[in-house]
């Protein structure tokens, strides 16, 4: 995707926080409410007719050109892949238009978090490709409807959707967490989110990251994730602790305690390395570490 069709998804791009590539000038990501839904939505469809692979022909037509719009696309996958015997697709799909209809904001959170993807996962250069095959993206907009479904006291329909999500994504999120927008979780197999766990704007995790309690405790007792941070592969951050704006969580780190803003840790029990950055890991997904025989 090019830089002129950002522009058309987007009314507002911000330049003072562009980064180098011009793909990226989206970054740093304007509100949900900025994201022109029918540019998006026509740029999806013209991606999608670049397949010619005929065994294909029938999957783009159900996911993608028998629909009018964004929202009813994607309300047409999360019902497709979720649904079972006990609720079966068409009803999930009724279930998700409707939770639409009465929450217009959650088909423009998903718009930013699809163009997250793109703009951050190295292996996607296009909105089709996230939008048809991504879990990571899949799961959180399942999550987001049983999410509402909790709120509207409609548990039980909530954790189903949250077990269906973890059978069929291997996803695990409380449908009570609370998730901000422009997250995007790269691969998503084993990922665990808790039920008071806490994911602000402009996030960004790998696969086998838990976000959890330390036992039994009950209350408010899981992370708490501010903008900008950048979670690694297979790290653990555990109990009711705060990863500060902009930090960097080393693959495989234990985190048992709080983590100051642009602080990057590494290791079990996970330790501060080199000195304070100043940018926001979670766009550029740069997961190099600076030295570790450098230690704050």
């Known amino acids: 995707m090019n830089y002129a069709m950002l522009r058309h998804l987007n009314k507002i791009v911000p330049e003072q926080n562009a980064l180098s590539d011009p793909k990226n000038h989206l970054a740093s990501g304007p509100d949900s409410h900025e ?3 029918s540019a998006l939505w026509l740029q999806i469809v013209q991606e999608s007719k670049v397949c010619c692979d005929p065994l294909l022909a029938n999957m783009m037509d159900t996911c993608i050109h028998d629909h ?3 929202g009813v696309a994607l309300a047409n996958i999360i019902g497709r892949k979720l649904g079972d015997c006990s609720i079966p697709a068409h009803a999930l799909t009724r279930l998700v238009r409707t939770a639409y209809k009465h929450n217009p904001s959650l088909v423009s959170i998903a718009a930013a978090d699809l163009i997250a993807v793109m703009l951050r996962d190295a292996a996607c250069s296009n909105l089709v490709t996230p939008f048809l095959f991504f879990k990571g993206f899949h799961s959180i907009q399942a999550y987001r ?3 509402v479904l909790w709120n509207e006291n409609r548990q039980f329909l909530a954790l189903h959707l949250q077990s269906r999500i973890s059978e069929k994504f291997g996803v695990d999120i409380h449908p009570a967490a609370h998730i901000g927008q422009r997250v995007m979780i790269d691969h998503a197999t084993a990922i665990v989110i808790g039920e008071t766990a806490v994911l602000e704007d402009d996030v ?4 086998e990251v838990t976000l959890g309690g330390t036992g039994k ?3 408010d007792r899981h992370p708490k994730v501010r903008r900008g941070v950048l979670i690694g592969a297979g790290a653990k951050i555990l109990g009711n602790v705060e990863i500060g704006e902009g930090a960097k969580v ?11 803003p642009y602080t990057t840790v590494v290791g079990n029990p996970a330790r501060r390395i080199g000195i304070r950055h100043h940018d926001m890991p979670a766009f550029t997904m740069d997961q190099s570490l600076p030295p570790i025989d450098y230690i704050i």
């Open 217 to 219: 405790v009950e209350g």
């Open 204 to 207: 960004s995790m790998l696969q």
């Open 250 to 260: 080393g693959a495989g780190s234990i985190v048992l305690e709080s983590i100051p």
């Open 68 to 70: 009018a719009d964004f």
């Open 145 to 147: 409807v049983a999410h």
């Open 35 to 37: 994201i022109n839904l």
